[in-house]
């Protein structure tokens, strides 16, 4: 009877995952079907004697019908196999899409598999020096474009999926010492050898990985008391030339204000550390808990751990929102009494964009500027800041989509917002 349970909650949770996936689509005889990771093994091994990069993947995943299972990777496969049999993939742009896939060239069953393939980092690397036997690698993800998350490095699934996952790196024939920092956990370190562990709420866009020579970064350490009374160990580093006005300080103050003012206002801290790279100047990319950010926008990539790697974005279709509740938060809370003087011009236009979208388009000022027009619209009501409370604890390290959305929204204001989506959103 206890397995029988365990068996059903599995394919529960399994259920759940692929419910919040892309339409599958038709290939060959059949399916290209989306399916749920369950767990995933990276071994990422750098031979500095025989100048070469390797990673291998191993996959563990469930498909919910028979079919052919959807992944991703952009860098040339050398070696696959399924449940242990060599096979292989090709990449497929899916209908009506902007964007490519992997799609395996063999129809399997409905259940659990094992994918293992095998690829070489180095393709979209550029911080190995084999010469001088060191690495300045950075792992380094992006939304603004395609196919930019973790499918640079090595196999992943699109957003909507969470799985846990290991990452072994070894770096070999190096005389240099090497550091990496990480949002993760170690479970072991002997050298340049290196275990880390991601926990099962990660996606494709949350690892946080770079590794560097010891000593070529200065840092700064310390603790903020969270408001539920437990430290929060923060790290902010950069290789930066050292001035004056030193940007580690300032950092610091900024990290300090903006975790302060988040916990006042929407929830403690809810990841186990913060992790910053800071540099001068704009830009920036966030992951669960870290951030590689500009000083100018560092406020802005902290928010992010809330909204964004919090409240996480199933596809690319939905991460207009967490862009808009942290421009709205950054810029201190806005109120509209509408969005914009001509609704066609500040509407987001999601009906317009492509199927499969898997990137951020500059919806930044509009969808701000809609959760302001929302915030004055139900300031009687306590505004969205009442609602992002609310919203945060119920979906905190859980995927949504702009439909969740909506219908949150609906439920917790008691009202139908199907004219302001249309015409502000989908149109």
Not at 78 to 96: D, G, R, T
Not at 245 to 270: F, Q, Y
Not at 278 to 302: N, P, Q, R, V
Not at 341 to 353: N, V, Y
Request: aromatic share 14%; with cysteine.
């Amino acid at each position: 009877m206890i397995l029988k349970i365990m068996l059903f909650l599995m394919i529960s949770i399994n259920a759940f995952a692929i419910e919040n996936s892309p339409h599958d689509f038709d290939y060959k005889s059949g399916k290209a079907v989306f399916v749920d990771f369950t767990g995933a093994n990276y071994k990422v091994d750098i031979d500095f004697k025989k100048q070469t990069s390797s990673v291998v993947s191993r996959i563990e995943f469930y498909q919910d019908k028979d079919g052919y299972p959807i992944f991703d990777i952009r860098t040339k496969i050398q070696h696959l196999k399924i449940n242990n049999v060599k096979s292989s993939a090709s990449e497929i742009v899916p209908p009506m899409a902007e964007t490519k896939v992997r799609v395996l060239n063999k129809l399997m069953s409905k259940g659990h598999h094992v994918l293992e393939v095998k690829s070489d980092i180095a393709e979209f690397a550029g911080g190995i020096d084999f010469k001088e036997g060191k690495l300045e690698f950075d792992f380094g993800l992006s939304d603004m474009m395609d196919r930019e998350f973790f499918e640079i490095w090595a196999v992943t699934n699109l957003e909507f999926d969470q799985f846990p996952s290991e990452l072994e790196l070894l770096i070999k024939d190096s005389s240099t010492q090497h550091k990496v920092y990480h949002n993760g956990t170690v479970t072991y370190q002997s050298g340049n050898h290196f275990k880390i562990q991601f926990p099962e709420y990660f996606s494709t866009s949350s690892a946080y990985i770079h590794i560097v020579p010891v000593s070529e970064y200065r840092e700064l350490t310390f603790n903020i008391l969270s408001s539920t009374g437990r430290e929060i160990p923060v790290t902010i580093y950069t290789n930066e030339d050292p001035t004056q006005d030193d940007i580690l300080e300032r950092a610091k103050r900024e990290t300090e204000k903006v975790v302060k003012e988040l916990e006042g206002r929407i929830a403690p801290w809810p990841h186990p550390q913060l992790l910053i790279h800071i540099f001068e100047g704009s830009s920036g990319m966030e992951y669960h808990g870290a951030t590689a950010s500009g000083i100018e926008d560092l406020k802005h990539e902290i928010i992010h751990s809330y909204f964004a790697r919090g409240v996480m974005p199933a596809d690319g279709k939905s991460s207009w929102i967490d862009e808009a509740v942290t421009e709205w938060i950054t810029h201190d809370y806005q109120r509209l009494s509408l969005p914009c003087a001509i609704a066609t011009s500040c509407s987001i236009k999601l009906d317009s964009l492509p199927p499969y979208i898997r990137h951020t388009t500059v919806w930044y000022a509009h969808g701000e500027a809609f959760i302001s027009y929302l915030d004055s619209k139900f300031s009687d009501k306590g505004g969205m800041i009442t609602f992002l409370v609310y919203f945060f604890q119920q979906y905190k390290f859980k995927t949504i989509t702009t439909e969740i959305f909506k219908n949150e929204l609906e439920l917790f204001f008691s009202t139908d917002l199907t004219n302001d989506f249309q015409t502000y959103i989908y149109n």
